[in-house]
Nanobody, 121 residues
Framework: QVQLVESGGGLVQAGGSLRLSCAGS????????MGWYRQAPGNQRELVAL???????NYADSVKGRFTISRDNAKNTVYLQMNTLKPEDTGVYYC???????????????WGQGTQVTVSS
């Protein structure tokens, strides 16, 4: 059983910073691409940032220069450092990971439960 557990959300004033963490646990030998998505009320879930197993990253235009995604493969953990936060960054942030099965070679897509980020103006 594989689980992704996020932490680090909260309430912050505009211009502030938060750091999100997402740790994978269970039957994990390796993790492929990892990412962060967010969903604001009434909106669809959208991509925030991705990082592949080699460390290459990709960001949504709205967060470029303000957010940094990183990962610690030894800890099966992905991070999202969020700086210069804006009210429009408010939403539930979800981590995502592609993890291969122990046997058979199939890759499964996993989601965390989400963590709330609220940025006040």
């Amino acid at each position: 059983q594989v689980q992704l557990v996020e932490s680090g959300g909260g309430l912050v004033q505009a211009g502030g910073s938060l750091r999100l963490s997402c740790a994978g646990s269970g039957s994990i030998l390796s993790i492929g691409r990892m990412g962060w998505y967010r969903q604001a009320p009434g909106n669809q879930r959208e991509l925030v940032a991705l990082i592949d197993s080699s460390g290459s990253t990709n960001y949504a235009d709205s967060v470029k220069g303000r957010f940094t995604i990183s990962r610690d493969n030894a800890k099966n953990t992905v991070y999202l450092q969020m700086n210069t936060l804006k009210p429009e960054d408010t939403g539930v942030y979800y981590c995502n990971a592609l993890i291969p099965q122990l046997f058979g070679g199939r890759w499964n897509n996993y989601w965390g439960q989400g963590t709330q980020v609220t940025v006040s103006s």
